[in-house]
């Protein structure tokens, strides 16, 4: 047996509310709509990752999701032009990654990185 795939699930009363955080403001793509489940996505193959912490690292709290982009500056614009609160960061961090948290609609604490 292998693991293909690891999809993070966010309760929600409105799921078309995530449209705007992640799909206007990272751009993901709606790959699925059925009204009462929306999935947002990249046709770009993910890895299967799934990650177990008892701390966010730097004395940060553990995010919900940590989403990696290409262009974190960009991420940054994006989401504080929408509105967004930035509630830790932007941060290079000793382990390889340049960081932010936000939080999207639903109050989901969001790590949003890039590899240096």
Do not use: C
Request: aromatic share 8%; no cysteine.
């Amino acid at each position: 047996m292998k693991v293909k795939r690891i999809v993070s699930n966010i309760a929600a009363d409105r799921p078309e509310a995530a449209r705007r955080f992640y799909g206007d403001v990272l751009g993901l793509e709606t790959l699925m709509d059925q009204g009462w489940i929306v999935t947002h996505g990249a046709d770009e193959r993910m890895s299967v990752q799934l990650s177990v912490m008892s701390e966010g690292g730097s004395g940060a709290p553990v995010p919900g999701l940590s989403i990696e982009v290409d262009d974190l500056d960009e991420a940054l614009r994006r989401v504080e032009a929408a509105g967004f609160p930035i509630e830790y960061g932007p941060a290079e961090e000793p382990w390889g990654v340049r960081r932010f948290y936000t939080r999207d609609p639903f109050g989901k604490l969001i790590n949003i990185l890039t590899h240096k």
